[in-house]
């Protein structure tokens, strides 16, 4: 589990596939150290296993599966990658509960503003987009975001902050580039989403009546 607070900036060091196996080293001089075999990273919002380390790099491998439903398939050798490590006992709880499972790709179709502050608007699904709240949680490329007001037609907007864009890779974001979207696991639960039949009916749309309705306390 994770929060979408972002530990490091890393970049892609070398990838390869093999026998179905999409192998990524990453370079992370501020976070590979405290990583050891087995342990779990966010890389752009995708949990991945950490498979070595060596020095300031970490090795992980993600599977076809993670690479067809992911932005994974269109990452280059050099790429910047947002990077977070697992939740550990006692840590602090910034951001929101992210668990590292990719629900949809969505599209970067506006943005608009300049040093102080960006909106950006993403395109996504529909059947997705009727499962977010205005002012609720979402994590873009790993990075924990509130949304902006809605409604939330194909689209939602998110507007970053100077901190974070400083300490992402949003500040050279543009118009059609591609990033994960993981939704905020309260309001899939809240929603009364069955994680197994999700991509095989629309939701209802996601209202603060409706939640309530299925006994979750204001």
């Known amino acids: 589990m994770f929060t979408g607070l ?3 900036v890393g970049r892609v060091a070398s990838l390869r596939r093999r026998s179905g196996l999409t192998l990524l080293e990453v370079r992370a001089p501020r976070t590979a150290g405290g990583l050891a075999v087995g ?3 966010a890389v752009n919002g995708i ?6 380390t060596a020095r300031d790099r970490v090795h992980v491998e993600a599977s076809a599966e993670t690479r067809r439903v992911t932005t994974l398939a269109r990452w280059r ?18 951001g929101h509960f992210v668990l590292g499972h990719v629900d949809g790709v969505g599209r970067v179709v506006g943005r608009e503003g300049g040093q102080r502050t960006v909106r950006l608007t993403v395109g996504l699904d529909q059947g997705l987009c009727r499962l977010l709240l205005p002012k609720g949680s979402i994590a873009v490329d790993g990075v924990s975001l509130t949304l902006d007001g809605g409604p939330f037609r194909g689209s939602f907007t998110v507007t970053l902050v100077p901190h974070t864009l400083r300490e992402t ?7 059609g580039d591609e990033v994960n979207i993981e939704l905020d ?3 899939k639960a809240a929603a009364g ?26």
Do not use: Q
């Not at 949990?47 to 070595?52: D, E, H, Q």
């Not at 050798?77 to 006692?90: C, K, Q, S």
């Not at 890779?169 to 118009?175: D, G």
């Open 6 to 8: 972002v530990r490091e």
């Open 39 to 41: 342990d779990s990273l």
């Open 47 to 52: 949990c991945l296993t950490v498979t070595r």
């Open 77 to 94: 050798t050099g790429d910047r990658v947002h990077l977070e490590p697992a939740l550990r006992a006692g840590d602090a709880l910034g």
């Open 169 to 175: 890779h949003f500040e050279a974001m543009r118009p």
């Open 185 to 187: 696991v309260l309001s």
């Open 193 to 218: 989403l069955d994680p197994h039949g999700a991509e095989h009916r629309t939701p209802p749309p996601l209202t603060a009546a409706g939640v309530l309705s299925k006994g979750w306390a204001r």
